[in-house]
């Protein structure tokens, strides 16, 4: 028997093999940029975490991260006031490469409000700069509380009230901790964000909690695991709040990042190029100056 082809068929497919091209892709090749995260707080030394940023396509794994880490660095501090420091290598609970003993930390040099910072790194011969200052009105917290939907609930966020100062442009940044629980300080979801829509006003503000990092998940059980995404605090927890005021590049440098840390705090999940105020050649990050506030609620 033989089987007739209409020539409809043919013609299509003779068009499709004749608009058949070979592409041959090159892809350039990509740096990955030094990320500098540092900070200096009021009352407390300065810490600086170095790392090399890895490609998209990267196999992520605590080996890799580790590899990632640059713990070769000569850092220094100084104020305007004409002091200076060099940072050594150690622990900082304060961010995860921390909990590693693999941040670099001061031990004199603590920051005072009202005052500026310039910070030095110097690595793989390559020099990176950068100056910031630490503002010199800390958040003016009217009321911090629980707030649950109802008397019978044991889940609740917490409520912020505070006041803005109207004499000064401010820019704010939010972390919570839950004892036995969080690692080290995240920022709240929406976090970060300036009083430009409440100059000079009160600003009720609610506060969820955020997950640290998604690295630590993978060993985790069903129950932990649920526990662990939680985004709001449960009967029993002891919370620490840290709020404080920033500055304009520290502001800039995380509200561009805002949204990846609101989908999980996963630094490895959009590429991109964030404001900083690093100064160097293929560098990103951000030295920051914080007016820090601490609070302690037990939800009981």
Same mark, same amino acid.
């Given at each position: ?9 043919v ?10 091209? !070979?592409?041959?892709l ?7 940029? &030094? ?19 890895m490609?998209y396509y ?12 640059d ?5 220094? %501090? ?20 921390? &909990? ?8 004199t ?12 790194? #110097? ?25 649950? %939907?109802? *008397? ?20 704010? #940044?939010f ?5 036995? &629980? ?7 979801p929406? =976090? ?8 000079? &006003?009160?600003l009720?503000?609610?506060?969820? #909690? ?11 059980? !069903?129950?932990?695991? *649920? ?8 009967? =029993? ?10 500055d ?18 996963n ?13 160097g *050649? ?9 007016? %820090?506030?601490?609070?302690?609620l037990?939800?009981?």
């Open positions: 028997m033989i089987r007739v082809i209409p020539f409809f068929v013609f299509f497919a003779l068009v499709l093999s004749g608009c058949e091209t !070979p592409i041959s090159t892809v350039p090749n990509h740096k990955n940029p &030094l990320v500098i995260e540092a900070w200096i707080e009021t009352d407390q030394v300065a810490t600086v975490v170095i790392s090399r940023s490609s990267s196999e992520i794994d605590m080996a890799t991260i580790l590899r990632s880490i713990t070769t660095a000569l850092v220094e %501090v100084s104020d305007d006031e004409g002091n200076t420091e060099v940072l050594s290598l150690g622990f900082s609970s304060e961010h995860l490469y921390g &909990l590693l003993g693999k941040v670099y930390v001061g031990s040099l603590k920051g005072k409000a009202g005052h500026s910072y310039h910070l030095t790194v #110097r690595t793989k011969d390559q020099i990176y700069t950068a100056s910031t200052y630490i503002p010199s009105t800390p958040v003016l917290i009217d009321s911090l509380y629980f707030n649950k %939907v109802t *008397e019978s609930d044991t889940s609740s966020t917490i409520r912020i009230l505070f006041s803005d100062n109207a004499d000064e442009f401010n820019c704010y #940044r972390f919570t901790k839950i004892k036995d &629980l969080d690692m080290a300080f995240s920022q709240v929406i =976090g970060v964000f300036d009083d430009l829509t409440f100059n000079g &006003l009160a009720n503000f609610e506060l969820v #909690r955020q997950p640290l990092s998604n690295v630590f998940t993978a060993n985790l059980s !069903p129950e932990e695991y *649920e526990n662990y995404y939680r985004r709001t605090f449960f009967e =029993g927890d002891v919370v620490y709040v840290k709020s404080t005021t920033i304009v590049e520290t502001k800039n440098y995380w509200t561009s990042l805002q949204s990846d840390i609101s989908g999980g705090q630094p490895f999940t959009t590429p991109g190029t964030h404001p900083t105020n690093i100064k *050649e293929n560098v990103t990050g951000i030295w920051s100056g914080y007016n %820090v506030r601490y609070d302690t037990v939800f009981e």
